[in-house]
């Protein structure tokens, strides 16, 4: 999902020059045009921006537009104040609203005056329905939805069946229902809006993108609590206090509970700091060293990006529970505006599940973390084993293969993996005829190398007979004899790291399947093994020998070019290595690259100076790095990650040969 900058105008205008128009039917809903004076169009591109955001983020839009508004004088300002005043009547602000309108009115004539007149009315509405129903109809019918905005007129319509309904007039009540229907039908806001008038004569509206899945979301009564996360979001404590408790008490739950707790621990800390970005890393325990690579990658991209802010590193302890801790403290006592991090796995299940309970943009460092989609508040930023899988997949179905077998070890990278390629090799319409995992721990990989190749000498047991009776023919041993592995695919994924591969793939050799180069009969064909990026290690050329040659894997860097490797880089990687080497006095390995990437990504998004930490998040998903070494292309606004052009690079003798670049 897209995550348009906070301060758009909402759910609004379809952007236009306005002229009279025949009305409107009942059956076809009005077209809304207005715009702004000519002396004031330079602000309709922040006004459309915050249109197309504000059913997915309305307090986005909101503060999209206080920044246009601040920033502008006269009529420029007053034409955002009308769209800043319907986006806070529909928030529900209705001082704030009203002073907007009210400045519009004073300001400004024609239809942008007419629209925030009916601001006006429409606040006043609720208690004009009950003190005089028939003077407020007769207020609404004086305006008509060609001077007025979208959601103002799902509502006038909306509002006008349920008078009719009071005064008994079921055709006209139905006539102006069908026309608020029909208005409101394209905009969550407008539906919204209009529904608490027409109550049972609209569905109740399904906000679009803005949450988890349903398997995942919040549960009732998180209304009040998403707007406590946009009040710390925006250094409004005090407001969040207020909304924690707001959540009516039937719906109570203890999950509810709990998260009420946790927003109230935030919400007694530290208020926003926009100058500071914090930073989950492990810089303690065996993964230490690791930790200051990559704060030092960080550190390179974040200087080229050009923000100002300041990073705040803290200790993630390698553990979820570790993580959890380490992120509080970076919100609570930090007030940072985003968290970049963490690395590891076994830290990512807990930290992301607090950026959503938090409301604080997390940009992931960690290819555990399979779908950031899946999280409103979580962005990926690092090469992901579906991206990988899908470039692999990608190259061999366009070279004819159509059918593999899946041999992966049992640990959770393993089955993460084999589940992604299954899943993706059906998105492509090709065949996994044998997945089978093993032991992640084993030294002896060859019974499971015998389960791949179903060797079942009970089920087989005529052709087990039959290769031996031709053996005896031949005049060999057939006691020597054994069941050769049914070879029904083209290729073997096997995501393992190059240090454990070559085991694995004795293994597979052992039991005759025709890998590498090794062949079981004279002239017969070989089965070559895919893999991911861990097999980016020279330790693999010497240690798989003939096993693991011909074999293909793929990732988006390689360490400079050595005698062990044949690799034509693109155009600036060179550059990039010498800068890097002369800022850390070290070669980058891709795992940098990647850091480096990242750092400048969180940088130039933060270099727009978000006011809030929706801001943030949008100015995320609305940039790409410039100047990427890790091959980024764009970003993907369905899975919230960085899309990239991934190599394949095939195994050979003396090294890696690129042999292609996928989109």
Not at 23 to 28: K, N
Not at 232 to 240: K, S
């Amino acid at each position: 999902m897209i995550r348009l900058s906070p301060a758009l105008p909402l759910f609004l205008v379809a952007l236009g020059a306005c002229g009279p128009k025949a009305p409107a039917t009942s059956a076809t809903p009005a077209t809304i045009e207005l715009t702004c004076p000519s002396d004031a169009t330079g602000v309709q591109p922040v006004i459309a921006t915050a249109a197309a955001g504000a059913d997915r983020n309305l307090e986005g839009a909101i503060d999209m537009l206080e920044q246009a508004y601040g920033s502008h004088t006269g009529t420029a300002r007053s034409c955002v104040a009308l769209y800043l005043g319907e986006d806070y009547r529909i928030a529900g602000q209705e001082k704030a609203a009203a002073a907007r309108f009210q400045e519009v009115t004073s300001s400004l004539q024609g239809n942008l005056a007419t629209s925030a007149r009916l601001g006006q009315l429409l606040l006043a509405a609720p208690v004009e329905v009950m003190a005089d129903p028939a003077a407020l109809e007769k207020a609404l019918l004086t305006f008509d939805g060609y001077s007025v905005l979208h959601t103002q007129e799902a509502e006038r319509q909306a509002l006008l069946a349920h008078l009719a309904r009071i005064r008994g007039d079921g055709a006209a009540q139905a006539a102006r229902a069908s026309q608020a229907k029909a208005i409101a039908s394209t905009s969550y806001l407008a539906t919204r809006r209009a529904q608490q008038w027409l109550k049972a004569d609209l569905p109740t509206p399904v906000q679009p993108d803005t949450g988890p899945p349903a398997d995942t979301a919040a549960p009732a009564g998180a209304g009040p609590l998403d707007d406590a996360r946009a009040a710390l979001g925006a250094g409004r404590n005090d407001e969040a206090l207020q909304l924690i408790d707001r959540v009516p008490k039937k719906q109570l739950t203890d999950a509810v509970v709990a998260e009420q707790q946790y927003l109230r621990s935030l919400a007694h800390g530290a208020t926003l700091d926009t100058g500071r970005i914090g930073v989950l890393l492990p810089l303690s325990g065996r993964f230490a060293s690791v930790g200051r690579q990559v704060r030092e990658a960080l550190e390179v991209g974040w200087a080229q990006g050009g923000a100002s802010q300041q990073l705040v590193f803290v200790d993630s302890g390698g553990t979820d529970d570790a993580a959890m801790l380490a992120f509080d403290e970076l919100v609570r006592d930090e007030g940072v505006l985003a968290v970049i991090g963490p690395l590891l796995s076994a830290e990512v299940e807990g930290v992301v599940d607090r950026a959503d309970a938090a409301g604080v943009p997390l940009i992931s460092l960690s290819q555990a973390l399979d779908d950031a989609g899946k999280h409103p508040w979580v962005v990926q930023s690092w090469l992901t084993p579906r991206q990988q899988i899908e470039a692999l997949l990608d190259s061999r179905v366009a070279a004819g293969d159509d059918a593999f077998a899946v041999f992966a070890p049992d640990s959770a990278y393993g089955e993460e993996a084999a589940t992604l390629f299954a899943e993706e090799a059906a998105e492509r319409g090709v065949t996994v005829t044998v997945s089978e995992l093993y032991d992640a721990q084993a030294t002896d990989y060859m019974p499971y190398a015998q389960k791949l190749g179903r060797k079942d000498y009970d089920a087989r047991a005529s052709e087990f007979a039959s290769l031996r009776r031709r053996a005896r023919e031949a005049g060999r041993d057939s006691s020597k004899v054994v069941l050769p592995p049914v070879i029904d695919f083209d290729a073997i994924f096997l995501p393992e790291s190059a240090s454990r591969l070559p085991l694995v793939a004795a293994a597979l050799a052992y039991e005759e399947f025709p890998i590498g180069t090794f062949r079981t009969s004279k002239g017969g064909d070989t089965v070559p093994l895919l893999g991911l990026s861990s097999w980016n290690n020279t330790h693999l050329i010497a240690a798989g020998g003939s096993y693991t040659r011909t074999g293909v894997f793929t990732d988006v860097f390689i360490p400079p070019p050595t005698d062990a490797y044949d690799w034509d880089p693109a155009e600036g990687w060179q550059e990039f290595v010498d800068d890097y080497r002369d800022a850390t006095t070290r070669t980058p390995t891709p795992i940098e690259a990647l850091a480096v990437d990242a750092g400048l990504w969180v940088s130039e998004a933060a270099a727009s100076s978000p006011r809030t930490r929706a801001a943030m998040l949008t100015a995320l998903a609305n940039h790409v790095p410039e100047g990427s070494v890790t091959g980024v292309t764009g970003y993907d606004d369905e899975r919230d990650e960085l899309t990239r052009r991934v190599g394949l690079f095939l195994v050979e003798k003396d090294g890696f040969l690129r042999v292609e670049t996928t989109e």
